[in-house]
């Protein structure tokens, strides 16, 4: 079997907001670098009858890796830590804040002088190996969900 399903990294406008100002460090690297992206994964099973309507299924392999296409939503914008704040030098940006506000519009600019394009990232596959993710399960085929 082979599958795709999305992960999006925060839930909600809320939870955008918790991450870029309270977040983790490993939460806002998410965020900024993904904030979304597709799990790729290709899995073989095996199915043993058992009683009446139960059936065992073993993993006998799963594979997964992570996919994106990096490029920008021109009406989005992230709050980022400003590696400037409090820095003495001249050629510090905006020393006093905190934070800075990146508009993903400015990036159109650096695009139209073909400065930058957007582009696809695969990870390397890995295996889902974790018992309890990819161990075995029974089904009862009789129950409704």
Known sequence: MDYESLVEIGNGIMDLVRIQ????????DLLTALRGFQMHSQVTVSCQSMAASR????FASWQSQAIDRYDWDYSEHLTVPNPDFQSSSPD????????????HSNARRIELAQLAAPFNVASDFWAVTDP????????DLSRSL
């Open 92 to 103: 510090a940006v905006c020393p006093q804040d905190r934070t800075l506000t990146v508009y």
């Open 21 to 28: 100002t309270q977040g983790t460090a490993e939460e806002r």
């Open 132 to 139: 309890q993710v990819a161990g075995p399960a029974e089904v």
């Open 55 to 58: 059936r065992r299924i073993l």
